[in-house]
């Protein structure tokens, strides 16, 4: 199904002060490099439901749902990325 299930990294907090930016590369929880493709309205940093973008290539590229709390960190802001 279409349902994301996360692995927990053990002894990874969620940081709440992260700052997350559509088009960021972000590092989840399980091991894999997402890009953020839509953030949900609001400012708390709570569950918010993050869109990103996962795989490497064409063959495993997937679009999934998942929460804030399963982004260990930002590893690329998207404010950084030159056109």
């Not at 949900?40 to 973008?53: A, I, Q, T």
């Amino acid at each position: 199904g279409s349902e994301c299930l996360l692995k927990s990294v053990s002894n990874i907090d969620f940081n709440p002060n992260m700052e997350l930016h559509e088009l960021d590369t972000v590092l989840l929880k399980d091991g894999r490099k997402a890009a953020v493709v839509f953030l949900s309205p609001g400012e708390e940093f709570k569950d918010d439901d993050v869109l990103v973008d996962v795989g490497s290539s064409s063959k495993d590229w997937a679009t999934i749902m998942v929460s804030r709390n399963d982004i260990v960190k930002v590893l690329q802001s998207s404010l950084e990325k030159t056109e």
